[in-house]
């Protein structure tokens, strides 16, 4: 999946040979089974070990990203770092457990795919996984600060969100205070020699990390901007190159992959199934792979200072805690239209809710409890699975704003300080006023620069297309009402409107997930 290395410029997917989406997927399988694990039971008077006895990623002192399990000849632990967003997945059975960095490995070991019902309820709303759930009722995740121990058939597993301190300060302390303990993270994971790049966005965190960057006379090799599939705006590529440009760091633009259907299936096997965004990331993981020893991520940036997910609303009903409307309010019920009726009583709304209210309630003292509850569990379950899952082993990836001293000072503010989204946007304009003229994409009018009428509608209509044939290959799909999938993609064809078919990617996914849990049969 590798082409030419361009300096700066276009790289596009379509230059170089394809692979069919049914061989590209063969193969990402095949990545994602060759994943490392390790299985141990109690057989026959003694202990079966299969896979690796140690592996780790990373060690403690790192901080994120961190995981690592050990099998001394009787006790087989594993951990996780304080955030767990690396996900160790385990499952139990018998008088054994197994514990792998890919949860299709799992499967292939034998663990059951009997759906988790009410962690697919969720899903199909909200298009992430709470706290520790799978799409598999016998597969689990190590929480945070995890630590997993077997021993003589007796499994034990502790961790936790970490006790949050509360602080008060002044506005404008705490954004002198906030640039201060970025920019000492950043200036301590300077990358080595090997080469750095950064994917940067119009938004605030990936230009925060290239501007310190900068600023410590260490700019990265390139900087690279997705040109992403409809119907999100090309607001990217209207802010992205003037701020390449301006610190002198040469820009690569990529296309995306022109099979949408590829890519999420690839992104789907990539994230475990437990992501309904990152197919624009596909490109970005072919292309980085083995051309820069680093890359820097901006993670958890916008959900920690730029009150990302936060409104009054959603802050009164947690402080005051009318969780069930907070989480009805969460849902989009529009994801559960193609599931057949014996599924959508099954993945119910009322589900949904008692689980969401179950995992709100866990956050409800903190400081900023809307934040906390989107941190933990969307960035860390879903948004984590770029650099932690797609990316994971094209390079070292840093992750600045999971600094600990970041996250500490942070994640103790007041939810105030940031209803009005302009908390990081001050920070960076105030830490680098010599580049304070390049807007924001969200200070941007219209959408930004976007591909032809002609060229949407092409792709809509290969991804409908696409759509139809896997939902065709498929025998006796029990996920998806088939009948209506093809007449909507009939309608929508015919029709030329194609304003609801992005949702169509749900039903993907649960075709895929469909075709998964029979996979071992």
């Known amino acids: 999946m590798s082409t030419t290395t361009y300096a700066a410029g276009v790289y596009s997917p379509a230059s170089h040979p394809a692979l069919s989406p049914a061989d590209e997927l063969a193969f990402e399988t095949s990545q994602v089974l060759a994943k490392p694990f390790v299985a141990v039971q109690r057989r026959g008077g003694g202990i079966v070990v299969e896979g690796a006895p140690h592996h780790a990623w990373g060690s403690l002192a790192d901080g994120v990203g961190f995981a690592e399990w050990r099998w001394d000849g009787a006790t087989l632990e594993a951990r996780t770092d304080r955030f767990g967003f690396r996900p160790l997945f385990y499952w139990e059975h018998g008088e054994g457990v197994a514990v792998a960095a890919s949860l299709l490995k799992l499967v292939e070991l034998g663990a059951p795919t009997e759906l988790d019902d009410a962690a697919l309820a969720v899903f199909l709303r909200i298009g992430f996984f709470l706290a520790e759930d799978t799409p598999f009722r016998a597969v689990r995740v190590l929480p945070p600060g995890g630590r997993l121990t077997w021993r003589d058939g007796v499994l034990e597993v502790t961790g936790g969100y970490p006790a949050v301190r509360h602080s008060d300060v002044p506005r404008d302390d705490a954004i002198d205070a906030y640039i201060a303990v970025v920019r000492d993270a950043v200036r301590r994971s ?23 960057l900068h600023a410590a006379g260490a700019p990265p090799d390139v900087c690279i901007t997705l040109r992403n599939y409809p119907p999100r705006g090309g607001r990217d590529l209207a802010v992205a190159p003037e701020l390449a440009r301006a ?18 299936l690839r992104k789907n096997l990539a994230t475990h199934l437990c992501a309904d965004e990152h197919a624009w990331f596909v490109p970005l993981a072919d292309y980085v792979r ?137 920070a960076i304009r105030r830490a680098h006023p010599r580049f304070a003229h390049i807007p924001f994409d969200s200070e941007l009018t219209g959408p930004g620069p976007s591909l032809p009428a002609a060229d949407v509608r092409r792709h809509y209509r290969r991804l409908l297309r696409e759509i139809a044939e896997y939902a065709i290959a498929l025998p006796d799909p029990r996920l998806v009402r088939r009948g209506l999938l093809l007449a909507r993609t009939a309608y929508w064809m015919m029709r030329g409107d194609f304003s609801d078919a992005p949702g169509m990617v749900i039903a993907l996914y649960l075709m895929q997930l469909e075709r998964i849990a029979r996979w071992r049969d």
């Open 190 to 212: 300077l990358p080595a020699r090997d080469g750095c790049a950064i994917p940067l966005s119009g938004g605030r965190d990936s230009r925060h990390i290239l501007l310190e």
């Open 247 to 264: 610190v002198g760091v040469p820009h690569v633009v990529l296309d995306e992959d022109p099979s949408r259907v590829r890519a999420e």
């Open 290 to 426: 083995g051309r820069w020893g680093t890359i820097y991520d901006g993670l958890a940036g916008d959900v920690l200072s730029a009150g990302h997910r936060l409104d009054a609303h959603r802050l009164e009903h947690m402080r005051t805690r009318r969780l069930a409307p907070l989480a009805a309010l969460l849902c989009d019920e529009g994801h559960v239209r193609f599931l057949p009726r014996k599924q959508a009583r099954r993945f119910s709304h009322a589900l949904a809710i008692e689980r969401l209210v179950a995992e709100l309630e866990r956050h409800v003292e903190a400081p900023n409890p809307v934040g906390s509850f989107f941190f933990w569990n969307r960035t860390r379950r879903e948004v984590a699975l770029v650099p932690f899952g797609l990316l994971d082993g094209a390079a070292r990836v840093v992750t600045p704003f999971l600094d600990g001293a970041v996250y500490d000072f942070v994640s103790s503010l007041p939810a105030h300080l940031f209803l009005d989204r302009r908390f990081h946007t001050d």
